[in-house]
């Protein structure tokens, strides 16, 4: 069968590796030059060499974006450097590891019990809380907020701000008092609550986001070699913008042995392209999904569900690459900063780069709305002021370079109550994926894979159902 995909972000290459591997001819129409969405490298011409638009990690529980890699040949050994999950200030202050040797989840019991800068009333609050979360199953209250429910849980004050909260803004980039309790306590279950101690690891790409595996699958899809039967294949678009969908619905009678049975036969087009499509799967974000899901015919339901489609909001993750004239070394290749909006110390997480050289250090902030606002050069004044303060062991060099990334649609929102569509729309045909389905974790990376192959596999099914 023939298909589009419409975005070359991580949902849709994984849609497009699944369904090639199903034996479909894929077509993959990316708007940008290159491939990777929000996960893209980017080239700054003051850097010299490329950056990525921001500092993704993934987890050691994010096990369809490793099964893909590993099935596209790739080594994680040397696409990540995999760290046992801690969490580390860059001013000592803070520091608390998975104790090795000790089976999960008992690992993180211990490396909270021995952390370093909390009080035993901290320790024993949050262990009680990863206690029950375990025996609720893992739900927390209906529709509360982050906030809401490490009060209702009896959280320490010192205790959210130091720990609690940053690991919400960063594995959600939303507040802990807008961001969904249940969204946050999932990824809890599925790193630290799991029964396999690497689902907590820490994995931080060792290359550019773009050559982790996209630029794999566009290796294999010109050699033909993502499907070695040779049923499928896949063809690559870039800088293919698509701005509408034209559909042709057909219903149709087939006699079987139970008497018969109605179908919907569906053809598409994309914009003025001569090829026609047996299905769709539209992996672009929701604003632009929106749009190309109101170029076709209005059916029953559908109406609501672009009402969901439109209903989400985003918030900003901004990154400030800093390049110095020496090589600089972090003691981990991950530090928690501790934040002061009010002195313009946004950063909350610094990570060592790529570089070979050791010359380049990232800053991250997740919901950066407030510096959106601020004059770049006051930005990067406070910002370095704030490393040096809390890198206190280490004399930075001179910052030679800059380069400030800001993502304005990072994420969504992901508030209490939010409908998130699932890859079936109600158009016949018609599939999407995406982070923002209803995947059951926040905007991150894994969610994006897993919705892909899901949309694809759904598909597939409906297409053989119906042929
Ligand atoms: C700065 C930053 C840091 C992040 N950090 C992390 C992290 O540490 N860990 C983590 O797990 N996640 C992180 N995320 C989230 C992660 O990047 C996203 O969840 C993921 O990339 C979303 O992938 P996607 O394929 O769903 O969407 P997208 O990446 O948005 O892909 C959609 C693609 O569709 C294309 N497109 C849109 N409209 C059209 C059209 N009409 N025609 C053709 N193409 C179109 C777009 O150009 C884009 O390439 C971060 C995001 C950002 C921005």
């Excluded at 400030?320 to 909350?348: A, C």
């Amino acid at each position: 069968m023939k298909i589009a995909v419409i975005g070359g972000g991580w949902a849709g290459l994984s849609a497009a590796v699944t369904a090639v591997r199903q034996g479909h001819h894929v077509q993959l129409f990316e708007a940008a030059s290159a491939l990777g969405g929000r996960a893209r490298t980017v080239h700054h011409p003051g850097l010299g060499a490329p950056i990525d638009n921001g500092q993704h990690i993934l987890l050691g529980a994010y096990t369809a974006t490793l099964e893909l890699m590993r099935s596209l040949g790739l080594s994680l050994e040397d696409s990540f450097h995999v760290l046992p999950l801690s969490v580390r200030s860059a001013d000592g202050t803070l520091a608390m590891h998975a104790v090795p040797g000790l089976p999960a989840p008992l690992h993180i019991a211990a490396g909270l019990l021995a952390a370093r800068g909390l009080t035993w009333k901290e320790k024993s609050a949050a262990l009680r809380l990863m206690h029950h979360l375990h025996r609720n199953n893992w739900h927390t209250p209906r529709e509360a907020t982050v906030q809401e429910w490490l009060a209702l849980s009896l959280q320490p004050p010192r205790l959210q701000r130091l720990l609690w909260g940053p690991l919400c803004v960063a594995t959600m980039n939303t507040p802990p008092e807008q961001a969904c309790a249940q969204l946050f306590a999932n990824v809890l279950r599925d790193s630290v609550g799991a029964s396999r101690r690497e689902a907590g690891n820490m994995l931080i790409p060792r290359r550019t986001l773009s050559e982790l595996w996209p630029a794999r699958v566009a290796e294999l899809a010109e050699g033909g070699g993502l499907n070695p039967t040779g049923n499928g294949t896949l063809e690559i678009f870039n800088s293919a913008t698509i701005r509408a969908i034209h559909a042709e619905f057909a219903e149709h009678t087939r006699v079987d042995s139970l008497g018969g049975r109605s179908a919907v036969h569906s053809q598409f087009h994309l914009d003025d392209l001569p090829q026609t499509f047996d299905s769709i799967v539209v992996c672009a974000n929701t604003p632009s999904t929106a749009r190309l899901l109101a170029s076709l015919p209005s059916l029953p339901g559908t109406t609501d569900y672009l009402h969901n489609v439109q209903s989400f909001t985003h918030s900003p993750i901004a990154t400030l690459t800093l390049q110095f004239d020496q090589s600089v070394t972090l003691p981990s290749p991950m530090l928690l900063l501790h934040e002061d909006r009010q002195r313009g110390h946004f950063g909350q997480w610094l990570f060592q780069a790529q570089d070979k050289e050791c010359r380049r250090l990232h800053i991250v902030v997740s919901d950066a709305q407030e510096m959106q606002s601020m004059e770049r050069n006051t930005l990067l004044a406070k910002m370095t002021e704030q490393l040096q303060e809390q890198l206190r062991h280490t004399q930075l060099p001179r910052v030679q370079q800059h380069a400030l990334v800001m993502e304005k649609r990072a994420t969504f929102l992901a508030v209490p109550g939010l409908k998130r569509p699932t890859n079936q729309t109600p158009w016949p045909g018609i599939w999407v994926a995406g982070d923002w389905t209803d995947t059951g974790y926040p905007g991150v990376l894994e969610g994006a894979v897993r919705s892909g192959r899901d949309a694809a596999l759904q598909m597939d099914t409906a297409l053989r159902q119906s042929s």
